[in-house]
């Protein structure tokens, strides 16, 4: 089914084609049970005509507030079958934060597991618009529906509901590592060119391709990268519900994945776990790394230890991936995430939105085919970010002569001490490549006489015990002199979001009132 613009082939269809195609394919391995592409299609028809049949349709949004699993999936793409706008929600939200995504988005139909039921249950007052939750895995109250029972008396076959390309296809609030969470809009068109322009650039192979997915499918880059990209590529999902270094070297090793995508904090954790005897990794191609900066060093060590290509990117949610990528074959540069891909085209630009020349440090712009729609009912933000020049990323960057793009830092993030700027992602870096250090980040808190001052937060490897002296001289040999943190913060942990990026806002917080005594 091709419609709209540029006919691409909506969600709904290409899910339908693929089944076709492979019925007895495995789709998705999870917990040693493995669900081919018919079996998933059919549960998809089957929840898509429980939705149908509550009323929910084209353009509605539908909330998924479910663990990481098939069940996220399957809701997933029911919505796709209807014309529904999938609404992916944290299964670690609570519930005033649950309250605050269903006021926002004005769902009428929740999909939850039962052991959640309590959670909505405590919030289902204030949202008047929700009429329907519906629980897998068990009955729930009176005021639920049972999708156990419901599922069982329905079809197995559900035609895809025509819509048209520009339609919103899914929204991810994003992760609010810089504010509260923003509903980002990703249309069947974005999604569909996003997933294009990613697999030319990495020489994904149609029908061979094994996914090993770490990252939680209520987030763009599991949902829209890694189970929209398996089905595009006619690929295998190897899923897990959360992160365990041993168990997801296991199953790359078990079930032959070909490749593996994560954060910079996923592929640290990989290196550390990893034992050449114990986990046979010659089947994986191509790693690619998104989501945060990534300290070189680590990067390198990393493809030294694994033999494989660790390629860097950089996109959002708000263009349905990776819109930059380092080249499999041409020309890398330390440092760089690589130039833009397929209709993706990127600048750099001032306050004022003029272009700067290569070399200049500026807001990165993208524009392209991926872009989304916008955010979910927030037309001033949608106004200030999405331009008809571009989204306005609100990250800073600058392109050297080639064309490669350096990402340096949030706008948010930077840190200005006494007036000169200073990019927390260049002293993690730094910090990072230190032996003793499994995990760094850099953050800025207030001073009344310097405006902010940089302070590092550092892991300590197992067993490790630098000392915060050892660690400022080796930024000191490294480093400009007012790069240099204030001082070092030893944590036993740092917060992380859900696809594990370094929860910055949350650290501030957590050491703003020690570090600014």
């Known amino acids: 089914m091709l419609v709209g613009r540029n006919a691409v082939q909506t969600l709904g269809a290409m899910l339908e084609s693929t089944a076709r195609w492979f019925p007895n394919k495995p789709l998705i391995i999870f917990q040693g049970k493995a669900i081919t592409y018919d079996d998933f299609n059919k549960s998809a028809a089957r929840l898509a005509s429980v939705l149908s049949g509550l009323g929910v349709g084209p353009g509605v949004p539908v909330g998924i507030y479910l663990r990481s699993r098939p069940e996220l999936a399957v809701a997933y793409h029911a919505c796709q079958k209807i014309g529904a706008i999938a609404v992916p929600i944290s299964a670690s939200y609570k519930p005033n934060e649950l309250e ?3 006021r926002r988005t004005g769902m009428p139909a929740l999909v939850c597991s039962s052991d959640s039921v309590p959670s ?29 029972r419901e599922l069982a008396n329905c079809a197995d076959h559900f035609e895809p509901v025509a819509v048209d390309a520009e339609a919103v296809a899914a929204t991810f609030f994003t992760s609010g590592t810089t504010g509260s969470p923003k509903g980002a809009m990703q249309t069947h068109r974005s999604i569909y060119h996003a997933l294009r322009d990613m697999h030319a650039h990495q020489k994904m192979r149609w029908n061979q391709e094994r996914f090993m997915c770490a990252l939680p499918l209520f987030n763009n880059f599991g949902a ?9 590529a006619a690929g295998t999902l190897i899923l897990i519900e959360r992160w365990d270094t041993q168990a997801i070297l296991n199953l790359m090793a078990e079930h032959r994945a070909t490749f593996f ?7 640290t954790y990989l290196l550390q776990g990893y034992d050449p005897t114990k986990h046979d990794l010659a089947s994986l191609r191509t790693c690619m790394a998104g989501g945060a900066p990534f300290p070189p060093d680590i990067m390198e060590r990393f493809e030294k230890t694994f033999g494989v290509q660790l390629l860097n990117s ?34 750099i630009q001032d306050d004022e939105g003029n272009s700067l020349p290569p070399g200049s440090r500026g807001e990165i712009v993208v524009s392209g085919d991926t872009v989304g729609a916008g955010y979910w009912q927030d037309r001033d933000t949608t106004t200030a970010a999405f331009t008809a020049r571009g989204w306005r990323s609100g990250d800073l960057g600058e392109l050297d002569e080639n064309g490669l793009l350096y990402v340096l830092d949030r706008k948010k993030d930077l840190i200005i001490t006494g007036g000169s700027n200073i990019f927390p992602s260049e002293i993690e870096a730094v910090l990072a490549s230190h032996p003793a250090v499994k995990l ?6 207030p001073d009344a006489l310097k405006g902010e001052l940089a302070i590092g937060c550092v892991v300590p490897n197992d067993g490790a015990t630098p000392s915060e002296e050892a660690l400022l001289a080796y930024c000191k040999d490294r480093l400009a002199v007012f790069k240099i943190p204030r001082r070092i913060e030893f944590l036993q ?6 696809t594990g990026k370094i929860l910055k806002r949350v650290l501030r917080d957590q050491i703003g009132e020690d570090a600014a005594d």
């Not at 930059?324 to 690589?338: D, H, N």
Request: net charge neutral; proline share 6%.
């Open 100 to 102: 605050g995504l269903g």
């Open 120 to 148: 909505v249950d405590a919030v289902r007052g204030e949202l008047p618009k929700l009429k329907h939750v519906l629980v897998h895995g068990g009955s729930g109250p009176s005021w639920t529906i049972s999708l156990d």
């Open 224 to 232: 829209t990268g890694m189970l929209n990209g398996s089905i595009y």
């Open 261 to 267: 995508a994560g954060t910079p904090t996923m592929f």
């Open 314 to 347: 950089y996109g959002a949610t708000e263009v349905c991936g990776s819109c930059a990528f380092e080249s499999p074959s041409g020309l890398r540069r330390r440092g760089s995430v690589g130039a833009a891909i397929g209709s993706a085209s990127i600048d």
């Open 440 to 445: 760094a980040a850099v953050v800025g808190v």
């Open 493 to 498: 942990s740092v917060p992380l979001g859900p």
